[in-house]
């Protein structure tokens, strides 16, 4: 396993967090949980499982408690995802990192939630469930291809997006340049994530770039100038609840 790292991003925020839910556990309610599975229950603690993951190496004794763990997983999901995550946590800082230092993803946030995202996908494939051993290599192996395969595709999109988007909300003075930017960013999220379509880009393109009249888009498209007006309207509307919306939802 890699060495822990702590360099106050948000994956060390929920690491934290997480380390403290586990350690609140009763040692009595971790003993009852591990009793079934005698290479678990060599372990005082869930703590103590931990340590022995992050500090020992990847070898047939770690299978041996992987698989007893995704066994665990049937009856407390929560329990073991919980402690998957703290034990590839130092895995997952160091794809983070190479992600945002490769790809120029701009902001780490949206990285890593993007890689604990791939980290569950991963936990809960096919592929892991029919494993029966070599667990730590295949999740970190899968987990680093999907994070990277996800960080080209942002790339991909931003810079086809960028010379179009970039247009619609040209900063007109340096005062308005950040709040532009953002917003250039936030529409690139939306339409990468296939919550706004190539028609309502083009709504934007026509009334914020070209300059169109609700009457003008109309008659190019076959609309009534009321239908425009109630359709533009909407898609503000939609964008201002997505820009309500906490991250992640």
Same mark, same amino acid.
């Given at each position: 396993?890699?060495?822990?790292?702590?360099?106050?991003?948000?994956?060390?925020?929920?690491?934290?967090?997480?380390?403290? &839910? =586990?350690?609140?556990?009763?040692? $009595?309610?971790?003993?009852?949980?591990?009793? #079934?599975?005698? %290479?678990?229950?060599?372990?005082?603690?869930?703590?103590?499982?931990?340590?022995?993951?992050?500090? *020992? #190496?990847?070898?047939?004794?770690?299978? +041996?408690?992987?698989?007893?763990?995704?066994? =665990?997983?049937?009856?407390?999901?929560?329990?073991?995802?919980?402690?998957?995550?703290?034990?590839?946590?130092?895995?997952?800082?160091?794809?983070?990192?190479? %992600?945002?230092? &490769?790809?120029?993803?701009?902001?780490?946030?949206?990285?890593?939630?993007? /890689?604990?995202?791939?980290?569950?996908?991963?936990?809960?494939?096919?592929?892991?469930?029919?494993?029966? *051993?070599?667990?730590?290599?295949?999740?970190?192996?899968?987990?680093?291809?999907?994070?990277?395969?996800?960080?080209?595709?942002?790339? $991909?999109? *931003?810079?086809?997006?960028?010379?179009?988007?970039?247009?619609?909300?040209?900063?007109?003075?340096?005062?308005?340049?950040?709040?532009?930017?953002?917003?250039?960013?936030?529409?690139?999220?939306?339409? *990468?994530?296939?919550?706004?379509? !190539?028609?309502?880009?083009?709504?934007?393109?026509?009334?914020?770039?070209?300059?169109?009249?609700?009457?003008?888009?109309?008659?190019?498209?076959?609309?009534?100038? +009321? $239908?425009?007006?109630?359709?533009?309207?909407?898609?503000?509307?939609?964008?201002?609840?997505? /820009?309500?919306? #906490?991250?992640? !939802?």
């Amino acid at each position: 396993m890699l060495e822990e790292i702590r360099c106050g991003c948000p994956l060390c925020g929920i690491e934290a967090e997480l380390y403290f &839910e =586990l350690s609140q556990i009763d040692p $009595a309610v971790v003993a009852k949980m591990f009793s #079934p599975f005698p %290479v678990l229950l060599r372990h005082s603690s869930a703590s103590s499982l931990l340590s022995h993951f992050r500090t *020992s #190496p990847v070898d047939e004794e770690s299978d +041996n408690l992987f698989r007893d763990l995704f066994t =665990l997983r049937e009856k407390n999901p929560a329990f073991v995802e919980t402690f998957l995550l703290l034990t590839f946590t130092p895995m997952l800082h160091h794809v983070v990192r190479l %992600v945002a230092r &490769e790809q120029e993803i701009p902001s780490r946030e949206d990285i890593v939630q993007q /890689v604990l995202s791939v980290f569950l996908e991963v936990l809960n494939s096919a592929e892991l469930q029919s494993r029966k *051993s070599h667990y730590a290599y295949a999740i970190s192996r899968s987990v680093k291809r999907e994070a990277f395969e996800w960080a080209r595709s942002e790339r $991909a999109t *931003s810079t086809v997006l960028t010379p179009t988007v970039s247009k619609l909300f040209e900063p007109s003075d340096v005062e308005e340049d950040l709040d532009r930017y953002a917003l250039r960013h936030f529409l690139h999220r939306c339409i *990468s994530r296939e919550l706004i379509s !190539s028609s309502q880009i083009d709504l934007l393109t026509e009334f914020k770039l070209n300059g169109r009249s609700a009457a003008e888009f109309a008659a190019l498209n076959g609309l009534s100038s +009321n $239908a425009v007006r109630q359709k533009f309207k909407r898609l503000l509307a939609k964008l201002r609840r997505m /820009v309500k919306q #906490p991250a992640g !939802s």
